[in-house]
C-alpha cells in the first residue's frame, strides 16, 4: 500500500504545474502513435492441433501423418442429397462428373464419389492444402462451393463440408465480427457514461482514453505475440477489447467519482485532483495488479490458447491502468471543472452520496445484517443449484451460434453414413506391423471402418470411421480404447489422432488446467488483497465470497444455457476463463469498497467505516459494475457459443457481485464480525467510537479530512 501511494505520489507531480499536464498528454499521444506504427500484426497459427503440447498423442499422430503421401492436405467434402429423398441416376451421374470439374480446385487426386448405404447422399473429397493461411482456405472453398452448384439436377444440393470446409466457415465468420464487437463495446461504453455523468462532453474523456489504450494495447500484443511465438487468434482479440474497455472504463469511473469528491472540498482544482489520484490510485493500481498477476497464472496452462489469452489480457489490463493512472488526470487537469457541466462540483457543496440511496441501503443492512447475511447466502446457494446439469465439451456441429454451410453439411452426413465419416480418426504406426495395427483398430468396439490411406518406408496411416456421434461421450470412449489397443500391439508404435481424439485431449488438458491455475489465482489475490488490506480475516472473507458468486453465476448461466439458449455443453476453456475474470475482476468491487472502509474507519471505526463506504462508493461501484456486465455481454456479438457462453457467466456474475455480494453480504460480513474483520492490523485493537448518525458531515470547504 504504502509503495503504491508513493508512486502516486510521484504521478501527481506531473499535474501540479500549469504546463506539466499538457506536456505529458503529449507525449502520451506520441508514443502512442509511435506504437501503434511499429506494432503490426499479430502471430496466428492454422494448426488444429496448435492449442495442445508437443507431447500430446493427437499432436505425435500430426505430425507423423504430415509424413505420408497426402498427409499435407485438408480435404473439403462436397456432400450431395435431395432433402433425404433416394438419390437419381441423373444424380448419381452428375456427382460423378464433378470429380473431374473439381480437378483445378483440387490440390491432388479426387478419389470417384462414395455413395451413403441408404444411396440418399454421396460425398467427393476435394483435398486442399492443410497449411494454407485462412484466406486463401476461405478463397478456395468459397470457389468450390460456386462449382459444386453449377448444373445439378433440379431438387439436388450441394454442401461443402469437412476440415477445409470448417476453417472456411470459422474464418468467415470473424469477418468484421470484431470490429462490430468493437463499435458495439464502445456505443455501450458511451451510452452508460452519459447516463452515469448527465454531462454532454464529460463522457468523451474517459472514452478516448480507454479507446487510445485500446489501441496501443493491440500493438503492444502484436510485438509480444513475434517476440515470444505466441500465436493470438480472433477470440482472443474480441476478448481483450472487452477486457481493456470494461476494466480501464472502471478505474476511470472511480477516480472520476473520487475527484468529483474533492471538487467540492477544495478551491483549488488541482489540489483535489491529486488528493483524488492518492486516494483512489492506490486501489485502482492494486486492482490492475491482481487482474494482471491473475491473467498471467494462465502461462502455467498446458492449452497455448489459453496462455495467449492470459499474456494478451495482461498485456491490456497493464496498459488501461497505465492510461487510467497517468493520461486520464492530465486530461483532467487540463480541462477544470468545467468539465462537469451542467453539474459542476463547487467548494462548500453537500456531498450527496453520504445520504443518497446507498446511505440508506447501509442502514438497512446495520438494522438486520443477520437476516441479510442468510437471505443473500441463500440466494448464491439456490443459483448454484443449477450446476447439477452441467455438461463440459461441445462438439464441432455445436460451437457456432450462426447458420454455417460445413455444419449443415455434417448433419447431412450424420443422417446417411457412420457418424465418424465427415472426420476420421488417424491412426499412424510402423509399416511393418500394419497387419496386427489393422486387427487391432476392426477389433475394437465402436470402430464402423479401417483402411490403409498412405505408407513410407517406415510408416503406415489408417483412416478409422467411428460409429458414435463425433465429440460424445461415446466417441471419447471409443478413442481411449483404440488407443488402448494399438498401443498393446508390439512393435506398433502407434497414435491415435484426428480431430475427435484432439478434442479428446483438449479437454483433458482443460480439466487439467482447472485444477493447476485455479488454486494459483486464488493464491494471487489472496496475496494481493493481504498486502493492500494488512489483514488476513478481510481477504479470506472477501475471496469466499468472490468464489460464491462464481459458482453461483456458473450455476445459473448453466440453466440459460441448456433450458433456454438450447446450447449442450460448457465448451472446454469456460470453466477456467470465467473463473478468471469473474474472480480477478469481481474481486475488484471489494477491492474499492474495502479500501475506502479501511481509510474512513481509521477515524470513524469499522461499523461507520463500512456504512460510510457503502455510501460514497455504492453509485460509481453499480455504474461500473453494469458497465462492466455489459460490455461483456456484448461477446454476444461473435459467432461462438465459447464467447457467449463467457460473456454470460461473467457479466451475469459481475451483476452478482455487484448488486448483491458488495452491496449486502460483505457489508453485513463485516458488521457481524466488527473490527475482528481487519485482524491482525492496527484496526482490530481500536475500538469503535460510539455510533453518531450514520455518516460523517463533508469536510469544510478547502479543508481535508485526515485519514489514518
Known sequence: MGLLRA???????????????????????????????????????NDPTGALPANTESVEAAALARQLPGGQLNPALVVYSRGGAPLTTRDEAAVAARATAFAPLATGPISPPV??????????????????????????????????RQGLPPGLTAQVSGGAGFRADVASSFDGANV???????????????????????????LAVVGTADVVANALIAVVSRAVDLPIDPSTTGIVDVLVFGAGTNYALLLIARYREELRRRPDRRDALRHALTSAGPAIAASATTVVLSLLTLTAAVLRNDRAIGVAGAVGIGTAALYGLVVLPCALAVCG???????????????????????KVGAMVARRPRAVLAGALVLLVVLTAGLSGARLGLSKTEQFRVQAESIDGLRTLSRHFPAGTADPTIVVGRADAEEALLAAITGTPGVASARPTGRTADLVGVNVVLTAEPDSSASYDTIRELRDRVHSVPAGDARVGGTVATNLDT??????????????????VLLVLLLLLRSLVAPLVLVATVVATFFAALGASVFLFTDVLGYAALDTSVPLLSFLFLVALGVDYNIFLTTRAREESATEGTRQGILTSLAVTGGVITSAGVLLAAVFAVLGVLPLVLLTEIGVIVGLGVLLDTLLVRTLLVPAIVLLLGRRFWWPSVLARRADPAPVGLVQPAAPPGRAVTRG
Not at 180 to 206: D, E, F, H, K, Q
Not at 511 to 518: E, F, N, S
Request: without cysteine.
Open 7 to 45: 508512486a502516486g505520489r510521484r504521478v501527481t507531480g506531473a499535474i501540479s504545474g500549469r504546463w506539466s499536464a499538457w506536456i505529458v498528454l503529449l507525449v502520451a499521444v506520441a508514443v502512442s502513435g509511435a506504437l501503434v506504427a511499429y506494432g503490426g500484426e499479430a502471430r496466428t497459427s
Open 507 to 524: 479437454r483433458d488438458a482443460a480439466v487439467r488446467d482447472l485444477k493447476v491455475v485455479v488454486p494459483l489465482i486464488l493464491a494471487v
Open 115 to 148: 455413395l451413403s448405404p441408404d444411396r440418399r447422399a454421396a460425398i467427393l473429397a476435394v483435398p486442399m492444402p492443410a497449411q494454407a493461411a485462412p484466406d486463401e482456405v476461405t478463397d478456395a472453398v468459397d470457389r468450390l462451393r460456386g462449382a459444386a
Open 180 to 206: 462490430t464487437l468493437l463499435l458495439v463495446t464502445v456505443a455501450v461504453v458511451a451510452v452508460l457514461l452519459i447516463v452515469t455523468y448527465r454531462s454532454p462532453w464529460l463522457w468523451l474523456v474517459p
Open 337 to 359: 471543472r468545467g468539465l462537469f457541466w451542467p453539474f459542476v462540483p463547487r467548494p462548500g457543496q453537500s456531498e450527496p452520496t453520504r445520504s443518497g440511496g446507498w446511505a
